[in-house]
Structures are given as structure tokens and as C-alpha cells.
């Protein structure tokens, strides 16, 4: 659904200059689950937000595929730059920044679509649908995210995501900050939210250990490139980067 073309993003100028992103090469198929690991710093959130749009490369083009059914008109290329047929939506590490505290749940779900001049009424059914969807209860509906756990703050910002119905999501970092257990929950649900919503997932960690039964394809990044890709399962049995061997090491045998 995606081509990610020799993406580089370099932060700065001159002897501050500092390259986040180099010359990155991906493609992202539909209704699948590829993850993106490296160490803090690698470059994973700038690459994110450059596919998502918030950030523009400093070189380099990010290339939607044509979605299946929507008619461009007669000798448009199959391709097509800049602004995606798809949807796309983000999810960010930090609930407690992304979410407003002020807000109760029913309004921040709600939200996406009241934007798009959908009815309170109608846009609250929905976000009670969604809520049903990633487990959380209807009691939490008119709380506050303040009065929300950390897992279940960042199932509210997954319920969000999916009212715009994406075809892409991109999760970044979004269980750094949970447990072991309530991790492993969100993955599951992430995992049967994908096959329901057929939706491709760009899921962005440093915990090699998370994606294991979870991501279909993996990538590496190391200082802003790519070090290795390949599926999950070849990846983390026969790897065949150097980097990624001692990373799968830190990870798997502290
Ligand atoms: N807005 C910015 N201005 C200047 N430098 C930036 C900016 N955003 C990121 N960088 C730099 O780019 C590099 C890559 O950062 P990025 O946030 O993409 O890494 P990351 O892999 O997401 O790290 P983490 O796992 O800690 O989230 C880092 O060296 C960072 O300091
Ligand atoms: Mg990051």
C-alpha cells in the first residue's frame, strides 16, 4: 500500500546539522503487521511522522499505492505522491499528552467524527461501539482519561483511531509504558482489531520481545538506516546483521 522511497531527514544546519534518517528504503503491505525496532534515537518517530505527514524528508519520497476501487480518472498514474488515498492515523506513547484531560472519554472518542459534522448523538453510539471493540467498559465513557489507567488511556486512543476507520495505524511506542501483561493485552487486541478492520499496522518499538507472534515483518533501524529487514519469524531465529543479533542478546537474555 506504501512505498517508502530513500527517505532521509536531516535536523539542523551546518555543524548542527544531524541526520535522524538515512537514505530509508520500506514497503508496507496491506493488512499487515510490520514492526520497526531499534535503539532510542535510531530515527523510528521521525520516519513515522514523516509517513503520517508531520514531518516533510529532507529527501526522498513517501509513494501510496492506488487503493483497489478508487477511480483516479482515465491515464492517472498508478501512483500517486504527497497526499495518501488511505487513512492513516497515529497513536503516540504518551496517552496523558495526546489526551485531553478535560475532556470525558465519550467526548475524545466522539471527536473524529463530529469534526466531520456527524451528530453528538450519532458520533456517541459509534464511540460506545468502539469502546465495546477494545474492551473497556461503558462506565468509563463519562470519565475523565485522568480517571483511566495507563493501559486502558491508551485503549481509549486506539478507540479514537479506529472512528476514522484507518487503513493504516501507526503505534508508536504505545505500550513502553505498561506492564508486561497489560502489553501482551494490547498487542492481542491490536492483532484481532487488524484482522476485523483490515487494517495495516506500523507498530514502532525498542522491545524486540513484544513482536514475536505479533508483527508479520520487521525492520531494523541503526542510526537512521536500515540494518536488516525480513520476516519476524527469520529475523529473530537467523539473523544476519551483526547489530540486530545483539539486540535480539540484550533483549531475550538479560
Ligand atoms: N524536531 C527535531 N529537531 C532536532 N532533532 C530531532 C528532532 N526530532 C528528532 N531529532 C533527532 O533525530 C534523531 C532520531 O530521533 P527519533 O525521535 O526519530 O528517534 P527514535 O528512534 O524514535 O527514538 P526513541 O526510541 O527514543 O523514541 C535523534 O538523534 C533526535 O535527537
Ligand atoms: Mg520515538
Redesign the pocket.
Same mark, same amino acid.
Do not use: D, L, V, W
Given at each position: 500500500m506504501l512505498n517508502i522511497v530513500q527517505i532521509s531527514k536531516e535536523?539542523?544546519r551546518g555543524d548542527q546539522a544531524?541526520t535522524?534518517v538515512q537514505n530509508v528504503s520500506l514497503t508496507l503491505q496491506k493488512n499487515e503487521i510490520f514492526a520497526l525496532v !531499534?535503539e532510542? !534515537?535510531? !530515527?523510528?518517530?521521525?520516519l513515522a511522522e514523516i509517513v503520517i505527514g508531520l514531518q516533510q524528508p529532507t529527501s526522498g519520497s513517501i509513494v501510496w499505492q492506488e487503493e483497489a476501487g478508487l477511480n483516479w480518472g482515465k491515464g492517472r498514474s498508478r501512483t500517486r505522491k504527497r497526499m495518501s488515498p488511505w487513512k492513516v492515523q497515529m497513536i503516540f506513547q504518551n496517552p496523558d499528552r495526546s489526551l485531553n484531560p478535560y475532556w470525558k472519554v465519550k467526548d475524545i472518542v466522539s471527536e473524529p467524527l463530529v469534526l466531520q459534522q456527524v451528530s453528538r448523538a450519532e458520533a456517541g453510539i459509534m464511540a460506545a461501539e468502539l469502546l465495546e471493540r477494545v474492551k473497556l467498559p461503558l462506565s468509563l465513557m463519562e470519565k475523565s482519561p485522568s480517571e483511566c489507567s495507563g493501559g486502558q488511556k491508551q485503549r481509549i486512543a486506539i478507540a479514537r483511531a479506529l472512528m476514522m476507520a484507518p487503513s493504516l495505524l501507526i503505534a508508536d511506542?504505545i505500550t513502553s509504558a505498561l506492564d508486561p501483561s497489560t502489553e501482551e493485552e494490547i498487542l492481542n487486541l491490536l492483532r484481532s482489531l487488524k484482522d476485523e478492520h483490515q487494517m495495516a499496522i506500523l507498530y514502532i518499538t525498542?522491545r524486540l520481545e513484544s513482536i514475536s507472534g505479533f508483527a508479520d515483518r520487521m525492520a531494523v533501524?541503526k542510526a537512521g538506516t536500515i540494518v536488516e529487514e525480513g520476516t519476524v519469524e527469520r529475523v529473530l531465529s537467523n539473523s544476519q546483521n551483526t547489530y540486530t543479533r545483539d539486540l535480539i542478546k540484550a533483549c531475550f537474555y538479560v
Open positions: 535536523f539542523g544531524q535522524a !531499534g532510542s !534515537g535510531s !530515527g523510528k518517530s521521525t511506542e525498542h533501524m
